[in-house]
């Protein structure tokens, strides 16, 4: 929605929405493996690339620290899982491992660069906390995909994910919303102390969501939106 806002307002068309293809439904059907892993794991994923605002998690890394019990700290770790295109992104990834250092959470965090499928569809599976920081992301691929893992998506206050994704009201949440990094901390210091009868229920209905987005819906959207210029284009 935010793209279709977008397109009209610097072109003065109407733009038909399509959401892109997420062919999720393997990941729906992935196996916890939260209750065998000794540590709560909050995972990120994306590229490597500065508007991805990785800086920002490691932030509310800091602010969690603030506001959970010591016990609570020694079991969580923030896994950030993403692709490196080259040495541009390599610096930043050493970049990011520095500011971890600087702010003392260098113990609770773990980079996991060009990681294989099998070992992503594990990390996911073992997953409590999913967490997404771009501002103005398009749309937001990725937070479907933790979202349909299974886990609870804590993504930005903007863009795909607050005009499409991410739903808040009372009774039908599906995830959290966050701009700063004290706003990601209190949601993960929150769903660290929900019940687990309360995460099932946000689990579910994330998991019901995100079928908006599949493959079949896709080929639909795209039909019904072409269907009219090739039919007009043939006549």
């Not at 493996?33 to 605002?53: A, M, T, Y």
């Not at 800091?62 to 700290?73: F, K």
């Not at 039909?223 to 007009?232: G, M």
Request: charged fraction near 25%; proline fraction near 2%.
């Amino acid at each position: 929605s935010w793209t279709e806002d977008h397109i009209g307002s610097l072109w003065e068309v109407t733009a038909h929405k399509v959401f892109p293809p997420c062919e999720v439904s393997h990941l729906n059907q992935l196996g916890s493996l939260r209750e065998e892993s000794k540590e709560v794991k909050i995972i990120s994923l994306g590229q490597f690339r500065p508007e991805k605002d990785h800086s920002l998690q490691i932030k509310a890394m800091y602010e969690l620290r603030q506001i959970i019990t010591d016990e609570e700290w020694q079991k969580v770790k923030l896994v950030i899982i993403g692709g490196v295109r080259g040495e541009e992104d390599e610096n930043l990834v050493k970049d990011l491992k520095n500011f971890c250092k600087y702010l003392s959470v260098e113990d609770n965090v773990e980079f996991k660069v060009n990681l294989d499928y099998g070992s992503l569809l594990t990390e996911l599976s073992e997953g409590l906390i999913g967490i997404h920081t771009m501002w103005n992301e398009h749309f937001g691929i990725g937070i479907v995909e933790m979202m349909a893992a299974g886990l609870l998506t804590i993504a930005h206050r903007s863009g795909g994910p607050l005009r499409d994704i991410i739903i808040e009201e009372s009774g039908a949440r599906n995830g959290f919303l966050a701009v700063s990094a004290q706003e990601y901390a209190a949601h993960i210091a929150f769903i660290l102390g929900m019940t687990e009868q309360g995460r099932e229920g946000v689990r579910e209905r994330a998991r019901s969501s995100v079928n908006l987005f599949s493959s079949q819906k896709f080929d639909t959207s795209w039909t019904r939106a072409t269907d009219p210029i090739l039919k007009s284009k043939s006549s």
